[in-house]
């Protein structure tokens, strides 16, 4: 499994409805179900040590980006893909 893979963990996968799930080396990139925003996410870990985000649209042939943020901590990422996607990666 992937560092990113790891920080996300498989139950928050889970929970998004992930699937199609691509192992780009230095990152990860996958589809989502759920989400009236975004469909498709991906995380790239970047030479700080930090990972970037992209989130986007995938309709057909045609792919929109919605959100993209760069150098964001690990313990970030649920928190950033829970705002922009609507849906819960934990529970409390």
């Known amino acids: 499994m992937t560092p990113i893979r790891n920080h996300i963990g498989h139950k ?3 929970m998004l409805g ?7 080396g230095n990152g990860l990139s ?3 179900r ?7 996410i991906k995380i790239t870990l970047n030479g700080m040590d930090l990972y970037n985000i992209e989130m986007g649209k995938i309709w057909g042939a045609k ?4 959100y993209e943020i760069e150098d964001v901590y690990n313990d970030m990422l649920h928190d950033i893909i829970e ?3 609507g849906l819960v990666t934990r529970l409390f």
């Open 12 to 14: 928050a996968l889970y």
């Open 18 to 24: 992930a699937k199609n799930l691509v192992d780009h």
């Open 30 to 32: 996958f589809r989502i």
């Open 34 to 40: 759920g989400s009236k925003r975004v469909n498709y």
């Open 63 to 66: 792919y929109t980006v919605i």
């Open 83 to 85: 705002r922009e996607t």
